[in-house]
């Protein structure tokens, strides 16, 4: 029994290393010259005394970070991950929303909701604060194919949606609340609607089994775990694209830029795209729905200033950026206050986001353009003085991550009929968009797969 699996991202890596752990005979391919697909961490700059073997800014192409709870922290432990672990700072809790002309904090308990910042009027106005706390005799029920805008308006304000949902939303999916749905993007919020009659309720009902869970990242980046999962794998082919799959014997062929091999079960771990081009001959209806699903551009812009020439703190995570605000990006990262590192101790180091589903339009500027647009909300935003930055880097995404509105539905039906032809799907367009959603996946359908072999040997 051999599994072939195609893409070397985060799942097709997860899923390859379990199958490995059990025994299970299987074949990795990805096209590229390095695994990891988005997760891509760059040390940029010149290189000083304190780092002879790279430049001094640690740059997050993709992911930044990766929340987990114990369990996926004793996995990574059996990757020999622990000593790399780099967890945020505490300061990082805390969320800054751009409103009324400055970056204001966003309300993190009852008392900050109810009367903000000493000093500062309250974040949201009174009407949405009686709203909030009248939303557990809220008995209404969400209609199917509830966007999330609907939902949250339905049980709590449209103020909710504008400084709160929106921004959050952009930062997770890169996309606009007004398409994504409910059921598919946090569907444990109808759970809670429906078993407890609030969203409130059901919040604190289950925060304890959820269990605690902790944002961090790794010394050297977000690649450092696709680079772990790579090294530990015997059966990884690289610069190896897949060209066509085709039925072949009760299983697939694959047909390989390195050649032809047959495998008894095949994932999919590629983006839709892939998938589409990949699973045409097989069924077509499939692959014209996989055509359907939507990933905005994004453009990521790393920026480092003196830290002398910077007024704000920056005693956060972040600043996000509401759409109703008319800013030019969705947000900016302080990325030296959430991880120790990332620059030197003089400097920060911001990540800027621009684009996602809401704003596309604005990755369509050249680089310098682009850079300059961000260094000046910077400037406005943040208090700095400096007239340029000492390092900015431009990345971009033309694809970035792909959107759980209406279109996606149309997926599920085909990819639950292809696993029938021993076709599965492993990737961040099918069950969650987040890594610990993807490793989570990934796990589990190596386990699905090595007790259906089990169950078949008997």
Request: proline fraction near 6%; hydrophobic fraction near 40%.
């Amino acid at each position: 029994m051999t599994i072939g699996i195609i893409g070397a991202g985060i799942s097709g890596l997860t899923v390859a290393y379990e199958l490995q752990k059990r025994g299970i005979d299987y074949r990795l391919w990805e096209a590229a010259s390095q695994p990891g697909g988005y997760i891509q961490s760059r040390w940029e700059g010149p290189v000083t005394a304190d780092n002879p073997d790279h430049g001094k800014y640690l740059c997050e192409i993709g992911p930044n970070s990766l929340l987990g709870d114990a369990d996926l922290l004793a996995w990574l432990d059996d990757l020999g991950l622990t000593p790399d672990i780099t967890f945020s700072r505490p300061v990082s809790k805390a969320r800054y929303i751009f409103r009324a002309g400055k970056y204001r904090q966003l309300p993190s308990g009852p008392l900050s909701l109810l009367f903000g910042p000493f000093g500062e009027p309250s974040f949201f106005s009174w009407k949405t604060k009686l709203a909030i706390f009248r939303e557990r005799n809220n008995k209404t029920l969400s209609p199917p194919g509830e966007t999330l805008a609907d939902f949250f308006r339905r049980r709590f304000s449209s103020e909710i949606v504008d400084y709160a949902l929106g921004p959050f939303v952009a930062g997770i999916y890169a996309g606009d609340p007004e398409q994504l749905l409910v059921s598919e993007t946090f569907p444990v919020l109808l759970t809670y609607e429906k078993e407890y009659g609030s969203v409130l309720r059901g919040l604190i009902k289950n925060q304890s089994a959820t269990g605690r869970r902790q944002s961090f990242s790794f010394r050297d980046g977000m690649q450092m775990l696709p680079n772990a999962l790579a090294a530990n794998l015997t059966n990884l082919s690289l610069n190896d694209a897949v060209q066509s799959i085709s039925q072949a014997n009760g299983g697939w062929q694959v047909e390989t830029r390195g050649g032809t091999q047959f495998v008894d079960q095949l994932i999919l771990a590629v983006g839709t795209d892939a998938a589409a081009r990949l699973v045409e001959p097989y069924d077509a209806d499939f692959a014209r729905s996989l055509r359907q699903v939507i990933y905005p551009p994004m453009t990521a812009v790393h920026s480092v200033y003196k830290r002398a020439d910077v007024r704000h703190p920056l005693n956060g995570f972040g600043g996000l950026n509401p759409k109703i605000e008319g800013r030019f990006a969705a947000g900016h990262i302080w990325s030296s206050s959430i991880f120790e590192g990332r620059c030197p101790a003089d400097e920060v180091l911001f990540t800027t986001f621009v684009g996602g589903q809401t704003s596309a339009r604005n990755t369509q500027f050249p680089d310098d353009v682009l850079a300059d647009n961000v260094h000046q909300e910077l400037v406005n935003g943040f208090g700095i003085s400096a007239s340029k930055p000492v390092f900015r880097k431009v990345s971009r995404w033309e694809r970035a991550i792909p959107q759980y509105d209406a279109g996606i539905v149309a997926v599920k039906q085909p990819v639950q009929a292809a696993e029938a032809d021993q076709l599965f799907v492993c990737a961040n367009w099918y069950g969650g968009v987040s890594l610990s959603d993807c490793i989570g996946k990934a796990k589990r359908l190596a386990a699905q797969l090595a007790d259906s072999l089990q169950i078949n040997n008997f």
